[in-house]
């Protein structure tokens, strides 16, 4: 019988909302059962924190370079994660000696796959020693290291909860609407295609930060009382991304927030959730077939202007469009749930990238170990 783990995943993702935690048993592969979940918050000078460290890991030119204010910002993070780790063990009275594992994300200050550059903060040996739990972090770089863009790594989870759905119309799309947002396609025999499909709500957030003073567009309300400005639009529907082959992945930075003179409050906020919902199709039109089910995951999906735009593309494109919750899933915990998911895969050695997700020369597994006293390397890769 495969080995059966018990792994906790955090996700503390490009919004810099927080960071998210879920627990799953899986043994890795197609056995998938989902356990509770709990988001942790960031309170708005730690985000803030975040906005600076995205500023000063721009003039880092090697992955393991720490300028000083970034090592400071690394090890408040991960104890940050350590309290979120002890505040879900604790709520959901779990053992933290049932738990086997813990993959952890750490935060992206910085991403630039066309000079295979790839920067998470989060010390995974820290991590490992305060919650008495091994941990398997920094999942991206080997990928990379074998020629692919360390992005996206949700897809061969997508996958494996693609096979739980009932009477899908195949092929089934998930997407995710996170900061940026990213699909995944799974063909009816298991086949996936991955790549980050354009601006999720990072450009919404930022707009209606300068303009309203206010995190995110609760619900799209602002949204819903404005209107699409279509030059505004095509601005960011126009952009190289989407008609460039090779580029799969995103960093947040890529697409920047219209000028304040662009547009008014609400037109600006519409023409963004738009833009979100049109990427999403105008990127999935590079797919070999267009999908016949979408699963919309990732906080986008609260968003009902969002949601409105893309029912009317699904719509156009004959395809049905569900929630993650109506196909069964939980659309917030999804990414620290695949988190979970891939550390048990590093332990056991399996591909978390293929040539389909990340243009990775091969599959290929990835992750450092790091047990409660010494870090090494996953076993078997
Ligand atoms: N009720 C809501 N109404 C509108 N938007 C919302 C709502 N709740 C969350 N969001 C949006 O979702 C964002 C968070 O989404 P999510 O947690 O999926 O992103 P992430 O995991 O940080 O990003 P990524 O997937 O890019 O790493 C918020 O910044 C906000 O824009
Ligand atoms: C470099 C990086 O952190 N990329 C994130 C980001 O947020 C969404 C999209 O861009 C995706 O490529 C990825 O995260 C998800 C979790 C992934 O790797 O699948």
Sequence with gaps: MAEIFTAIGLMSGTS???IDVAMLETDGEGMVVRRQNLSVPYDPAFRDRLKQGLEDAKAVRDRSERPASLAGLEH????????????????????????????????????????????????????AREIGIPVVYDMRANDMAHGGQ???LVPVYHAALARNLDNPLWPVCFVNIGGISNLTWVGADGAIVAFDSGPGNTLIDQW???????????????????????????????????TDQKRRSLDRNDFLPPEGGDAELSDGARTLAYVTAAAIFKSAGHLEAMPKTFVICGGGRHNDTVMKDLKALAGRNDAAL????????????????????????????????????????????????????????????
């Design 150 to 152: 360390g992005a996206p």
């Design 208 to 242: 209606v930060e300068a303009h309203a003073g206010i995190p995110f567009d609760q619900g799209g309300r602002i949204a819903s009382e404005g209107r699409v400005l279509p030059a505004l639009a095509d601005r960011y529907l126009s952009s190289p991304f989407f």
């Design 322 to 381: 569900l929630t993650a919750e109506q196909a069964g899933f939980d659309g917030d915990a999804m990414e620290a749930e695949a988190w979970a998911y891939l550390a048990v895969r590093s332990l056991k050695g399996l591909p978390l990238t293929f040539p389909g997700t990340t243009g990775v020369k091969e599959p290929v597994s990835g992750g450092v170990f790091a047990d409660v006293g010494a870090i090494r390397t996953c076993p078997r890769h």
């Design 76 to 127: 408040d993070l991960t104890l940050r994660h350590s309290d979120a780790v002890k505040a879900f063990l604790e709520k959901n009275n779990v053992l933290r000696e049932k738990v086997d594992v813990v993959g952890f994300h750490g935060q992206t200050v910085l991403h630039r796959p066309d000079a295979a550059l790839t920067v998470q903060i989060g010390d995974g040996a820290l991590l």
């Design 16 to 18: 810099m909302d927080g």
